[in-house]
């Protein structure tokens, strides 16, 4: 039988339990801390119940019997090429977006929110689950840009009611909608507010508009500036630190 005990350890190279489960990415911080009370989380063997206990990267941490491992939390940035697809069912199959972060890093990343497989542009990858579940609540106010092309052109009539429409059945807000291109009215760019998925298809589609090509060239503060197709590139602690305080 494992014994509980409930001493803390307080050494400036130690983290908390609860960060390094959720570091491992099974789990937030809050669930982690349940999982803590529940007992079912021993660290040397023996089972902690204590809220704030804390361990180091010698530490064999145990959840369900099954030694975790703490991983570096890492923000990598694509840019997303047609006809690759992003979701996680998919994402061992040689057209996943995976495999074109292949071998960045020794992390498992997994992306944070989705791109149907013909739309482009940027899309973000962590291990931060915290940062996930973050990002992907459908209360947060994130800021997207879009560029979008469509079958036909648009006509000046709903492109003014697209904008002046209440978007609450979406859960988002049109900040702005124009031409990209006077001289080519099929050419759209859209600056969004909120959830992101397959969202500017749902908005055409409301207006019988079908797309053929998007673009996501802004999401969250992030740019794809520098960064050409099917590449991808690590964030800045700054970037990340943006995310964070969104």
Not at 16 to 45: H, M, P, Q, T, W
Not at 74 to 89: E, G, H, Q
Not at 124 to 138: A, I, Q, R
Not at 202 to 212: A, G, H, M, P, S
């Amino acid at each position: 039988m494992k014994k509980k005990i409930t001493a803390n350890r307080n050494k400036t190279d130690f983290i908390r339990l609860n960060k390094y489960i959720s570091n491992s990415g099974i789990c937030s911080r809050r669930e982690a801390d349940k999982f803590i009370e529940a007992g079912i989380v021993s660290v040397n063997g023996k089972v902690i119940t204590q809220m704030g206990f804390k361990v180091n990267r010698n530490d064999i941490i145990k959840f369900n019997d099954s030694i975790i491992k703490n991983q570096k939390l890492k923000y990598l940035l694509l840019n997303k090429p047609k006809n690759y697809t992003s979701s996680f069912k998919d994402a061992y199959k040689k057209n996943s977006v995976i495999s074109l972060i292949k071998g960045k890093c020794k992390e498992n990343l997994f992306s944070i929110g989705k791109l149907d497989k013909k739309s482009t542009g940027l899309l973000l990858f962590s291990n931060d689950n915290e940062l996930n579940k973050k990002l992907t609540k459908k209360s947060l106010r994130i800021k997207s840009i879009y560029q979008a092309t469509l079958k036909r052109n648009l006509v000046e009539v709903d492109l003014k009611k697209i904008k002046e429409k209440n978007w609450n059945e979406l859960g988002i807000k049109i900040n702005e909608i124009s031409y990209s291109n006077l001289k080519d009215k099929k050419e759209i760019g859209l600056e969004i507010i909120g959830p992101t998925k397959n969202v500017v298809e749902k908005i055409f589609d409301k207006f019988n508009y079908q797309t053929t090509k998007v673009d996501r060239v802004y999401y969250a503060g992030l740019t794809k500036k520098n960064l050409a197709r099917k590449e991808s590139r690590f964030l800045t602690e700054e970037e990340v630190s943006i995310l964070k305080r969104l």
